[in-house]
């Protein structure tokens, strides 16, 4: 099937389009009616008539854009006009809101008089918070961005212009860095006399590019002094005196290429003649104007960067307007000004120079990205563009003037991770409490990872030093970690972390001695013993039984039992716990803590209140809340009187004779657990009535099956498995986990270390 035919059925199959409206506030009973509507809406409408910036904090407009057009100039299809044009604006929109949470509605206008687009506008603004506009033909489009900045109050951006200009102008930075030349030197030659163009010559001179050094061609030439033809006010502005008529000509001895035109705009042959290493920006689409391959065959030095995915430095407008519209509608900006705009290309250049997650590198089929000639820029699904380019066009709007309302802009992008998901929101969290313990220990704790060899674990541990979660210490063959630290050029980062061979260790006869001691009465020799200490997961089992290192993290190549078996031999589980594997589930709105969901195949009610006292201890400790207990089971309250309702029933008894104080009941079903309305209705009497944040499981089956479709089917982030019931803090990995993944559990691994640590101080 052709990418035509597969896009005509995307957008055709199902539900028509590609977006939809959905209510952001409960709709569900009379009462909520009476809120949304009459009679209740008419007083958030009091409070608007009485003081108009009250319209941000009682209704959408904050965070509501108008991506308005008026199909004159759509993608390369040119004046198919407005309807034909709606598919690209509803893009457009779910584009905003997947990238930056920001919600539209696409505005497609019959009206090719530019001033009718205006007027039109004009009429928008109360409803919207600010204006997207797109595909308008020029010079149309610059004389309605310039009005519409004149007379509306909410900020207004035309992403053909500018988002091309930011996007390339911050690869444009990157790329003059690598080849070591200076911005007012260069000799740049802009192909293409439209919105795009301009806007990048535009910006590019704010860069620092001088305009005598700027050569702008079009689809008549270049634009010279004293040229008529297909002229006006906005190419007039880049007119040169030259006798160069042709974009060949122009290019010869240029260091840069901008190309904004279309397929085939510029020749191998006029290539060539750049100066030393040239930079080539062919970004007309879908066909660039020269293939990169057929570039690279004659101008190995050439930096190259195209608008296609299928390329290295993709110039994605993805990258910049949907976190420029978060930034201006966070502030509640008048404009999107020039100063802005800077910040944002500003900070994609900087961002391109850190660490690529390794989310990043799957969204792309496992490539590895470096900052270089071939990774100049962010990828479009690199989610920390939110952060760094969002806060900084909020503290230009600040700065500039043109901001209504003031933030503290650290906080400020604390508060944009909630829109990358709850769980950068939770593990920060847990994170700072890292932090803040070691600060307050005056020491970092250190965690050994038995996989010290593993790719993943070594960038992980550069993220834990770097972040101040731990110091790692990296179990493995030495040699092949420092071969593999090389490949991954992390010498710097990873500088004077320790390794441990095992084999090798002078303390691997103390070791053996100890492990011998543990388990001569199982089985145990002391040659076996040193055998196994020389294996890398018994080693650093013992490192933390014997205090030198103060937890293990471990399973990121191994299956979850082949793990925690050395833990248990060696550390061993504490005296009256249950050994229990629980999942942080994150969901968009609340935390869930899952038991059990790894460890207890078919518990009995003693071994389920076990679990429940233990999961409630250990969310109290991590998040701080109250913890709100649901025994479940296929059975709401003796409705049923099969033996597995029966043995949950008595968990519960348990329960609560151990624990009085302890919020939890049971049994009950899932729903009754998490909708508040079945409880209401059916059992009043229930104690965790529709609220619960933790869900015991009745066994294995059910606690692993939930976990992993919450994950796959409801986008629910699975943090953990957090394990309980170690005598010391021993983790355990999924299998595959990613980068992050790690960085997460080191973490909380790093948190359960202070918190024992706590407790044996106050005991002291």
Known sequence: ???????????????????????????????????????????????????????????????????????????????????????????????????????????????????????????????????????????????????????????????????????????????????????????????????????????????????????????????????????????????????????????????????????????????????????????????????????VRVRPD?????????????????????????GALDTRATAINEDMKMAAVRALAQLAKQEVPESVSRAYGGQQFRFGREYLIPKPFDHRALLWVAPAVAEAAVKSGVARKKLDIEKYRDDLETLLGSSYMVMRGIKNRVRTGASASKSKVTIAFPEGEHPKILSAAHVIREEGIAEPILVGNIDAIQRRIKELSLEDQLKGVQMIRPSTSPKLEEYAQRYFEKRQRKGTTLAVARQLM??????????????????????????????????????????????????????????????????NIEPDAQELADIAIQTSELARRFMAEEPRVAMLSFSNFGSNEHPYARKVREAVAIVKKRWPDLIIDGEMQADTAVRPEISLESFPFNQVPGNANILIFPDLQSGNIAYKLLARLASATAIGPILVGMNKPVFVLQQNSDVNDVVNMAAITAMEIHLRREVIHASV
């Not at 050439?302 to 978060?326: C, E, H, K, W």
């Open 534 to 599: 020389k294996q890398n997961n018994y080693y650093g089992a013992m490192m933390v039984e014997q205090g030198h290192a103060d937890g293990l993290l471990n399973g990121i190549s191994q299956s979850y039992p082949e793990t925690l078996k050395p833990a248990i031999q060696t550390i061993g589980v504490k005296s009256g716990s249950r050994l229990a594997g629980i999942y942080m589930m994150v969901l968009k709105r609340r935390v869930l803590w899952f038991a059990d969901t790894t460890v």
């Open 302 to 326: 050439a930096i190259m960067a195209t608008g296609r995915s299928d390329y290295p430095n993709q110039v994605n407008n993805v990258l910049g307007f949907p976190f420029i519209f978060r």
């Open 1 to 295: 099937m052709s990418i035509y035919t597969e896009s005509l059925e995307y957008h055709s199959k199902g539900r028509k389009g590609k977006i939809e409206v959905v209510p952001s506030k409960p709709v569900g009973t009379q009462k909520d009616l009476s809120l949304a509507y009459s009679p209740g809406v008419a007083e958030p409408c009091r409070m608007i008539a009485e003081k108009e910036d009250q319209v941000y904090e009682y209704t959408a407009k904050g965070n509501l854009v108008a991506v308005v057009s008026n199909g004159t100039a759509v993608l390369g299809l040119g004046d198919i006009g407005p309807l034909a044009a709606k598919p690209v604006m509803e893009g457009k929109g779910i584009l905003f809101k997947k990238f930056a949470d920001i919600d539209v509605f696409d505005i497609e206008l019959n009206a090719k008089n530019p001033d009718d687009v205006i007027r039109a506008c004009e009429f928008l603004e109360p409803t919207f918070g600010g204006i997207n506009l797109e595909d308008i033909k020029a010079p149309e489009c610059f004389y309605i961005e310039e009005e519409l900045r004149k007379r509306l109050k909410i900020p207004v951006f035309h992403d053909d212009q500018h988002g091309t200009a930011v996007i390339s102008g911050a690869a444009f930075l990157n790329a003059l860095e690598i080849i070591g030349k200076k911005i007012d030197s260069v000799k740049v030659v802009f192909c293409g006399g439209g919105a795009a163009a301009i806007a990048c010559a535009e910006l590019y001179t704010r860069l620092g590019v001088l305009r005598e050094n700027i050569m702008m061609a079009d689809s008549k030439g270049v634009i010279y002094k004293g040229r008529k033809e297909g002229m006006n006010p906005y190419k007039e502005r880049f007119a040169v005196d030259t006798n160069k008529r042709t974009v060949g000509e122009a290019l010869e001895g240029a260091d840069a290429f901008i190309g904004v035109s279309v397929k085939d705009g510029i020749s191998i042959d006029m290539v060539k003649k750049m100066a030393k290493d040239p930079i080539v920006f062919a970004m007309a689409n879908p066909d660039p104007e020269v293939l990169p391959e057929e570039v």
